[in-house]
């Protein structure tokens, strides 16, 4: 079967998930036109950021991944719609922890809701990487998977830490979106410089 | 007429369906942030899970018939239509069952519009067989069509067991969605084998 | 240029305008739950159905247009931009005529509404046709444009009549729904004999 | 990495924010049913129409640019998610400026939103022409890019008017759409004669 549909699909999926939380920006009520009436809006926006970019992390990583891919099974399309499923109730646990101010059990909930993301992207690419055989590139792309481990190490220390410190708790999730952007870059340039050569 | 925009067009009205839910997904009020604050939810948050299955099914299989199909007609135009137009209103049935706690009339009018996707996809599946022909790889694979029939007769035991237990109604809708993802699998299997033979 | 994003672009639009007008059934408040709570829905459900059909129309004309277009030029992209514009409407007109019961002044509105579609899907095919050049499949598809000026009437009409009897006029929208439904038809199975007699 | 996939997610998401902006046209109250009743939607109206154009053309400009490119990199897949990122406030400002009948500060935040996309827009395609060489066609086209810098003086010059006239301030912010929007006819002429030529 070919790929080309579960990339339209995920993408069109994936657009909704990270456009519907602007709808959680709440405009202040008429008459409130003033800059500071932005205020209250603060927590909305730094954790709309933060969603957007872990949102847009996993369509950047399952863009990357597909790309390796040739033929999907019926095995995949499952691992697929759970991954998205769990990308889909990050809107809700952004609204609930912008709500209240990234206070405890917000913060872990959301952090709950991305572990969750994590492991179902692991299980997605370990579906593939399988089906793919072991020596396919995916395989070998995936054999070092030490960041996928460390995002998840890296949560699990987030969601303890908000047990006293929520924004703290915080920080650790917004440093998994730094280590996924950072070493993007770096394969980028190897791949270029690997094209440079062989011009 | 070619089929790709048919199936981005349906990707797209079956990715906002699927994720437009989640906006049901009420978020407890602002000062509502300890765990406890989630119990309310818990209806919600299993009749989400029960459409996404429903409606993530309806993609696979729409993915799966399509691929065989190579032209389409005006016919199957209105057909798809017709089908994305019942699974439009799975997100209110969903709403309603889920704002009641699973009471009776929910829960059945939840499963007549399940019902009436099942009518439309088969009425869809009719269609295009009948355009693809009688030796066509569609109509071979459509010929076997017991779990469609036995889907529907699955959906109106369900409804008439809400009338006096809905949560067990509720159940049988679950089954039809279990019935859908195992045979699934083993098609795939039959095919990876069928594959590794020619080879 | 492609026109395969522009295709994509409006199949995303469409799909969103055709999908959030279900965000309109308003479910009854929690505890409503009888058979007889849903009777307030019945005609948010009407004009469902109705802009449901519309807006399906479009999206089967402009697959059948494109389907005859090689290339498209910045001037169509801002024709189509002005046809998906005056669609996004459609959700308001319907909402305020379903939640007045059909009365005069969003009847005719919503009338309007569908007007200024039809008027900018004609500006489309113009300039699609024009720039095809007039032997093109395009320009000779369109040569008998009698349809586009067939709706313009009877919606007319319909705006008319809704000044006395509003839901009669709103029968007239359905009236050109239906003369759009069934040519499609007769021309698919023209279509089909004339690939038949090739074979 | 082929550009397919970035259009399509880039596609989605443009074409969710540009529809979501219908569901703030808020409908008069129920039994509000006269011509009159949509007097306070005007503002909302206006603020829509303006917020379509800016929206509509950064997908035509994007659809004109990624026509140029051939390969992606990781860094573009960044850049291109900063630009929807602020694409998707837009809906918000447009919402606010409009509640407040177009004040001074809503009309600042809507410009300054109108400044970040546009400088967003600008670093994407920066990126991008340098990865496709300097003698590339993509930067042959954006050398000139004194439509990019013009634009971004203008919604400054419309911020600064806001603080006294912010309606007059609206107006500049309009001005950038029709410089957008008339230069790409001429191009189109230009390319349609360049195809005459060689016919």
Not at 7 to 19: N, Q, R, W, Y
Not at 57 to 80: D, E, P, R
Not at 139 to 145: E, T, V
């Amino acid at each position: 079967m070919k790929k080309s549909r579960l990339e339209a699909f995920s993408d069109g999926v994936v657009a909704i998930i990270i456009t519907i939380m602007v709808l959680e920006l709440r405009v202040p009520v008429e008459g409130k036109d003033s800059i500071k009436d932005l205020l209250p809006m603060v927590p909305f926006f730094l954790s709309y950021i933060l969603s957007f970019i872990n949102v847009g992390m996993y369509w950047n990583n399952h863009h990357h991944m597909f790309y390796l891919v040739n033929t999907i099974t019926g095995g995949s399309l499952w691992a697929n719609l759970n991954l998205l499923f769990w990308l889909s109730l990050v809107p809700f646990g952004t609204e609930w922890m912008a709500s209240n101010h990234f206070s405890t059990w917000p913060v872990i909930v959301y952090g709950g809701i991305l572990i969750m993301c994590a492991v179902a992207y692991s299980i997605l690419a370990t579906i593939l990487a399988s089906h793919c055989g072991k020596n396919s590139e995916l395989a070998i792309a995936l054999g070092k998977d030490w960041k996928g481990k460390l995002s998840i190490v890296i949560y699990i220390i987030g969601m303890a830490c908000a047990f006293w410190y929520p924004r703290i708790g915080c920080g650790f999730y917004g440093l998994v979106a730094i280590i996924w952007f950072i070493p993007d870059r770096r394969i980028e340039h190897h791949v270029r410089n690997h094209n440079h050569a062989e011009e």
